[in-house]
Each structure stands twice: as structure tokens, then as C-alpha cells.
């Protein structure tokens, strides 16, 4: 497939995506970063102010009195739209019946990152990294929504995982770069610390 077939066959799983930037004084404020501070990122979310927290080297994601916190400590944020287009192994993994047999025309396995990977076009890459926030992230902070990150690390990505729901990423002007989940089976966040 070339360049405009993959990106017609992407179509569908574009995502919009909430930034968070510097906020104005006209701007709505909807979150608060510092990743020098033990609570690095608040957001109200799910009708209650929610902290990344983190403690002991982990991170946790969990309801906060906003009230007890000095934001005068705190970079306030406000968000700003866009849209990312899905990882090349993302779009392969779910892609239709003409997506598969191009991966197996390939050698591919769509469930197999590397064997993905293998064959990802550069122009395709190009274009997903221009639409993705960690490749952009200049006055970026966090995103909310859209794709997570297919991190070598992992044999299958997070996302791949029906039971999660990928919320945001955290911290992308500083390593580390924090994902945080929604396990829907078992009602709690899961944060994720990834490095490059």
C-alpha cells in the first residue's frame, strides 16, 4: 500500500486529542503541572480533581483536595485540540480485510510488533510522528486522548488491551513520560513510566 491508501485506511481511527499548554489570563484552566512536586499533575477529571502522584518511585493516579495544594507552585494549563492518526502497528492490527492480507503479502503477523514494524513505510511514520504530541510536544505538557505510544519494552501494547482505556500522557517536556489507564474490569488507574 502506498501513502494515500494507508492514510484512507486510517481514516476512521484518527482520534482527537486534547493538549495542554501554558493558559493565558483569558483562558479556562484546566489542569496544573510541576514535575519538581510530589503531586506533578492535576486535572479535573470525572467530575473530581485527580492527581499524578508520585510516591516512592511509582506513580499513582488518584482523587486530590485541590484545596490543600498551593497552585501558585503550579504551571496552569488549558487545552487545545488536534487530531493524531494511529501508529502504523496499530493501524495494521485493526485494520480490514484488505489491511490484512497486504500484512500477510508482507510476511506480517498482525499481532506481532516487530514483524510489523518490519514493513511500516517511512512516509506513513513521517506523517504519524507529525501528528503525534511527543514528537511535537514544544510547550506541551500532557495530551488527553488519541493514541498511546508503542514502547519497545512491551510484547503488546497497552492499547491493544480491550480492558484499558488510555487517558494521557504526562510529563512531555521532562523524562519521564507517565501513562496513565483506565482498567474497566477492575475500576482503577494504572500509570505507566516510560523512558526513552
Not at 53 to 70: H, K, L, M, R, W
Not at 122 to 146: K, Q
Request: aromatic share 14%; proline share 6%; net charge negative.
Amino acid at each position: 500500500m502506498n501513502l494515500s491508501q494507508l492514510k484512507e485506511k486510517a481514516q476512521p481511527m484518527i482520534r482527537k486529542v486534547s493538549l495542554f499548554v501554558s493558559a493565558a489570563d483569558s483562558d479556562t484552566i484546566t489542569a496544573y503541572t510541576n514535575e519538581d512536586e510530589p503531586v506533578r499533575f492535576l486535572i479535573k477529571y470525572s467530575d473530581q480533581w485527580m492527581g499524578l502522584i508520585e510516591e516512592q518511585d511509582e506513580f499513582i493516579f488518584q482523587p486530590v483536595n485541590i484545596e490543600s495544594i498551593d497552585l501558585n507552585a503550579y504551571i496552569p494549563l488549558t487545552e487545545r485540540d488536534t487530531e493524531v492518526y494511529p501508529p502504523f502497528e496499530t493501524l495494521m492490527h485493526y485494520g480490514d480485510e484488505e489491511t490484512q492480507s497486504w500484512i500477510i503479502e508482507n510476511d506480517g503477523d498482525k499481532d506481532d510488533l516487530s514483524s510489523l514494524a518490519a514493513f511500516a513505510p517511512d512516509e506513513y511514520t513521517d506523517l504519524w510522528m507529525d501528528s503525534h504530541p511527543i514528537y511535537n510536544n514544544d510547550g506541551v505538557f500532557a495530551y488527553m486522548g488519541g493514541w498511546a505510544m508503542i514502547w519497545p519494552e512491551d510484547d503488546v501494547p497497552m492499547q491493544w488491551n480491550e480492558d484499558l482505556e488510555f487517558l494521557f500522557q504526562i510529563g512531555l517536556q521532562d523524562e519521564p513520560f507517565v501513562e496513565v489507564f483506565y482498567h474497566k474490569k477492575e475500576n482503577t488507574y494504572l500509570c505507566m513510566e516510560r523512558n526513552t
